[in-house]
């Protein structure tokens, strides 16, 4: 391991974030995209960055969950848009009504997809 991060495999690591305190974060289907080669990256940023970043991480895409139930309970939302969706599970958490569009990178949506399928 090289240390490095690429863009695309960021989607694992805050997937493996949100795993980390399901109760905060929201996200039951997080903990699926947790894996080995990506506990090692979050141990290493940790020791680097912040030991806070899990809990962080959890609570900002808390607030996004909050802000759409919200947004759905009050019939103030028909799509949600997500930009940079990485391997965010949300829209799968809310009525199966709601039209959502995921965008990020070829790769990652690819390998959504397919995972998806599989699951």
């Not at 080669?37 to 960055?49: A, C, Q, S």
């Not at 799509?79 to 199966?96: A, E, Q, R, T």
């Not at 390998?111 to 399928?117: F, I, P, Q, V, Y």
Request: charged share 30%.
């Amino acid at each position: 391991m090289d240390g490095t991060i690429k863009i695309h495999e960021t989607a694992f690591v805050i997937a493996t974030f949100r795993a980390s305190n399901e109760a905060l974060s929201k996200d039951k289907y997080s903990i699926y995209w947790k894996n080995p080669k990506t506990d090692k990256w979050i141990n290493n940023f940790l020791e680097k960055v912040s030991k806070d970043e899990p809990f962080t991480h959890c609570l900002r895409n808390r607030h996004f969950y909050e802000t759409i139930r919200k947004l759905i309970a009050s019939n103030e939302i028909e799509v949600l848009i997500n930009f940079g969706c990485g391997f965010s599970m949300y829209p799968y958490l809310f009525d199966k009504e709601l039209i959502h569009v995921e965008i990020d990178q070829k790769d990652v949506i690819h390998h959504k997809k397919m995972k998806l399928k599989d699951w």
